[in-house]
């Protein structure tokens, strides 16, 4: 088994969430402001070099507006 920070799916999650930012004209750290964190934690999990936990995952989808249970299901992983 691949490590999970690899697979096709977190590739999709990272593509959707920066297009979620982008959609809302954020910057990096703009985002980063908004939760309160670093700029470079952004730009690491966008480039896929960290994963987000479910507890950054939620407050990064709560900073970009969307409904992250919501997210998840469309990009596929609760199949």
Do not use: H, P, W
């Given at each position: 088994?691949?490590?999970?920070i690899?697979?096709e799916?977190?590739?999709?999650?990272?593509?959707?969430?920066?297009?979620e930012?982008?959609?809302l004209?954020l910057?990096?750290?703009?985002?980063?402001?908004k939760i309160?964190?670093?700029r470079?934690?952004?730009?690491?999990y966008?480039?896929g070099?960290?994963?987000?936990d479910?507890f950054?995952?939620?407050?990064?989808?709560?900073?970009l507006?969307?409904?992250?249970?919501?997210m998840?299901r469309?990009e596929?992983v609760?199949?």
């Open positions: 088994m691949r490590k999970s690899y697979t799916q977190q590739a999709k999650l990272r593509a959707r969430l920066r297009a930012r982008k959609k004209g910057t990096q750290a703009e985002l980063a402001k309160g964190i670093y470079t934690f952004v730009s690491k966008e480039r070099e960290r994963r987000l479910v950054e995952f939620f407050a990064v989808a709560k900073a507006e969307v409904n992250g249970i919501a998840l469309e596929g609760d199949s």
